[in-house]
């Protein structure tokens, strides 16, 4: 499988103020000299032990999210240990802190932050949400990438990454399928992204809804089928290559091997499908799509009968 693999992205603070986080009303309170540090991590930090003079427990690079609890321990340390603490959070390469439920920056926080670049945002969202909501941002634009040569399709609500060769007939056989009522969410070039354990697929915005068919050149789905017949994007549950059959060669005829295909450290159900005259490729993959459904429900017929067969040989014996 081709790939081309994108390295990890750093976000700079600024970005925080885009309209991405519009519904959580962020506004800089202090600290703007500090606006192009960087967001390396999607993880986000609540302090909690580390105000109480531990400080070497924050995490350089994550977001520190201070919620009513952290604020009101804050509010009753003596001033002169605050102003302390200030500044040794100040030297640490955190690349920002946000105060929750709308609280305003305290004066020596406010000092501290404009004397080391510190920048500190406030929103009017509860703690909880605030987290959700940025962690969500943070996971989308930290993400590592990569661009895969294939058709991403759903399937009975399955996300289908078909593999292969040029020629091979992965943009024929999902056309087949979106007129059998499945979506298709790119073909040709499928970018996947990982949240998590979850392997998000889409394509570009300059083709997608696009696809190529020899003899007739480039179509647009959404355009012909309309927007049912397509999906922005698609979690990848079962990767499925196709490849011209090759005589001598040992394919799967039992279903009895767990071949996994892995895609940026998730590993996901892998199936080799030869294509020959005569195979219909689009009911080939509906069924595949089906079979790994009913996997996921616990039941493996494969797995079954050869329970079946090794009992019906153990009554002979």
Do not use: W
């Not at 924050?58 to 520190?64: A, D, M």
């Not at 969410?185 to 998000?200: E, F, K, P």
């Not at 195979?279 to 009968?305: F, Q, T």
């Amino acid at each position: 499988m081709s790939q081309h693999e994108a390295p990890r992205s750093t976000l700079p603070v600024k970005d925080l103020l885009s309209g991405d986080l519009a519904d959580l009303g962020l506004r800089l309170l202090a600290g703007r000299a500090g606006l192009d540090r960087s967001i390396d991590s999607a993880s986000i930090q609540r302090p909690g032990l580390a105000l109480a003079d531990q400080t070497e427990r924050l995490r350089p690079g994550c977001v520190q999210v201070l919620g009513r609890s952290e604020i009101q321990f804050l509010n009753q340390m003596p001033g002169a240990a605050r102003r302390d603490l200030f500044d040794r959070i100040g030297r640490i390469a955190i690349p920002c802190i946000i105060l929750a439920h709308g609280a305003m920056v305290a004066p020596d926080l406010e000092q501290a932050a404009e004397e080391h670049g510190l920048p500190v945002f406030g929103s009017p969202a509860p703690t909880g949400r605030l987290a959700e909501s940025l962690g969500r941002y943070l996971e989308r634009s930290l993400a590592v990438a990569v661009s895969v040569h294939g058709t991403l399709i759903d399937i009975y609500g399955v996300g289908v990454l078909i593999l292969g060769e040029s020629g091979v007939g992965k943009s024929e056989s999902a056309l087949e399928l979106i007129l059998r009522g499945h979506r298709l969410v790119s073909d040709d070039t499928v970018t996947i992204t990982r949240a998590g354990d979850a392997l998000n697929g889409t394509g570009s915005e300059v083709s997608r809804y696009h696809m190529e068919v020899r003899g007739l050149g480039i179509i647009n789905i959404k355009d012909l089928y309309g927007v049912a017949a397509v999906r922005e994007r698609k979690d990848i549950e079962l990767v499925i290559r196709l490849e011209a059959f090759r005589e001598g060669k040992d394919y799967d005829r039992l279903g009895l091997d767990e071949k996994t295909h892995t895609i940026l450290g998730i590993a996901r159900p892998f199936i080799e499908m030869p294509v020959g005259p005569g195979r219909n490729l689009s009911v080939l993959l509906e069924v595949a799509a089906r079979h790994h459904l009913l996997k996921r429900k616990g039941y493996h017929p494969a797995r079954e009968l050869a329970g079946k067969i090794h009992e019906a040989m153990g009554k002979k014996r």
